[in-house]
């Protein structure tokens, strides 16, 4: 399993009071629109919730739509908001077979022409930034501006951790009923979470664990052997690349410079416009654990990149 970093010092907050998640859950399912559609590989359900250009949100690797919910509030004011779990998460078939990024990327396409609109702007997390990164490479123009937060381009998965998603392919039961689980989230996570709100991170361990284990182990195949360096020849031999924003969490720095990961390096160098920030304090899980911060860099890079106009709205608590 991957070590992840620790903060170093408590990072100065310029969150407003939050309010409690469980009400702007609720509130968001009273107001987003609840779909469903068949995608090339299966079905995909998601919700679509505010007015503007189309704001599509990418998952991590466990976890659903859910995760991003908080982000997506403070969006709404401003954009439409799209998110979805994938096929991959949907499935009713039984298949043990691992799927590709490829696959993901089809299910993105789907959800664009159906819910997208024409000016998509794609925020990936994670797995989502893989995703949205080889979809970028495939946008011939569908993409107005792409945000990838912990962005990824190439990944390998240990023999031990290749072993254990090929064993969690065959088994029943969810990601819950793995001895260990709960401990291993919590140390993963914790150190990135509201310390004033530890319902937060009991909503995030729930909303994982309830993952099926064979639909955990089949997406996090996805990441063995993930190579997307011919995504970034596509963009570099492209004429016309639109604004990128890399986001860097805390979680992921590096010791001696924080915006130089593998990943961000190598986008750099073929997308020399792409910008790279960083959120300090925060962990793999930005758009929950600090929605206000990150809302905030992403509406500021998307109006100075003129995919928005400036909005005077203000936003609305998380």
Same mark, same amino acid.
């Given at each position: 399993?991957?070590?992840?970093?620790?903060?170093?010092?408590?990072?100065?907050?310029?969150? /407003?009071?939050?309010?409690?998640?469980?009400?702007?859950? &609720?509130?968001?399912?009273?107001?987003?629109?609840?779909?469903?559609?068949?995608?090339?590989?299966?079905?995909?359900?998601?919700?679509?919730?505010?007015?503007?250009?189309?704001?599509?949100?990418?998952?991590?690797?466990?976890?659903?739509? $859910?995760l991003m919910a908080l982000a997506a509030w403070l969006f709404r004011d401003q954009f439409r908001c799209v998110l979805y779990d994938d096929s991959s998460l949907v499935t009713r078939?039984?298949?043990?077979?691992?799927?590709?990024?490829?696959?993901?990327?089809?299910?993105?396409?789907?959800?664009?022409?159906?819910?997208?609109?024409?000016?998509?702007?794609?925020l990936g997390t994670g797995l989502g930034s893989a995703v949205g990164l080889a979809a970028l490479a495939d946008s011939g123009g569908r993409i107005a501006a792409a945000v990838l937060?912990? /962005?990824?381009?190439?990944?390998?998965?240990?023999?031990?951790?290749?072993?254990?998603?090929?064993?969690?392919?065959?088994?029943?039961?969810?990601? &819950?009923? #793995?001895?260990?689980?709960?401990?291993?989230? #919590?140390?993963?996570?914790?150190?990135?979470?509201?310390?004033?709100?530890?319902?937060?991170?009991?909503?995030?361990?729930?909303?994982?664990?309830?993952?099926?284990?064979?639909?955990?182990?089949?997406?996090?195949?996805?990441?063995?052997?993930l190579d997307l360096s011919g995504c970034l020849d596509q963009l570099a031999a492209s004429e016309s690349v639109p604004p990128v924003l890399l986001i860097v969490p805390e979680s992921?720095?590096?010791?001696?410079?924080?915006?130089?990961?593998?990943?961000?390096?190598?986008?750099?160098?073929? #997308?020399?416009?792409?910008?790279?920030?960083?959120?300090?304090?925060?962990? /793999?899980?930005?758009?929950?654990?600090?929605?206000? $911060?990150?809302?905030?860099?992403?509406?500021?890079?998307?109006?100075?990149?003129?995919?928005?106009?400036?909005?005077?709205?203000?936003?609305?608590? &998380?």
């Amino acid at each position: 399993m991957t070590n992840m970093a620790l903060p170093i010092d408590p990072a100065p907050s310029d969150c /407003p009071t939050p309010l409690s998640w469980q009400q702007v859950l &609720a509130a968001f399912d009273e107001e987003a629109d609840q779909w469903e559609i068949n995608g090339i590989h299966g079905p995909i359900r998601g919700r679509s919730i505010g007015h503007g250009p189309s704001l599509v949100f990418l998952n991590p690797l466990l976890g659903n739509w $859910r995760l991003m919910a908080l982000a997506a509030w403070l969006f709404r004011d401003q954009f439409r908001c799209v998110l979805y779990d994938d096929s991959s998460l949907v499935t009713r078939s039984a298949t043990i077979v691992p799927g590709s990024i490829e696959d993901l990327v089809e299910d993105f396409w789907c959800v664009c022409e159906q819910h997208g609109g024409p000016d998509v702007t794609a925020l990936g997390t994670g797995l989502g930034s893989a995703v949205g990164l080889a979809a970028l490479a495939d946008s011939g123009g569908r993409i107005a501006a792409a945000v990838l937060q912990g /962005p990824l381009v190439g990944t390998r998965l240990t023999t031990a951790e290749r072993w254990l998603a090929r064993l969690g392919s065959h088994l029943p039961g969810r990601l &819950a009923h #793995v001895p260990g689980f709960r401990s291993l989230m #919590v140390h993963n996570h914790q150190p990135w979470f509201p310390p004033y709100d530890e319902s937060r991170l009991a909503f995030a361990i729930d909303a994982t664990g309830g993952l099926p284990l064979r639909v955990a182990s089949r997406r996090a195949r996805r990441l063995d052997g993930l190579d997307l360096s011919g995504c970034l020849d596509q963009l570099a031999a492209s004429e016309s690349v639109p604004p990128v924003l890399l986001i860097v969490p805390e979680s992921l720095y590096d010791d001696q410079e924080p915006i130089q990961t593998p990943a961000t390096t190598a986008i750099a160098k073929t #997308v020399p416009a792409v910008r790279v920030e960083t959120l300090a304090g925060c962990g /793999p899980l930005g758009c929950l654990t600090h929605p206000h $911060r990150l809302t905030k860099l992403v509406r500021t890079f998307l109006e100075e990149s003129r995919v928005v106009t400036p909005s005077s709205l203000p936003a609305s608590g &998380a």
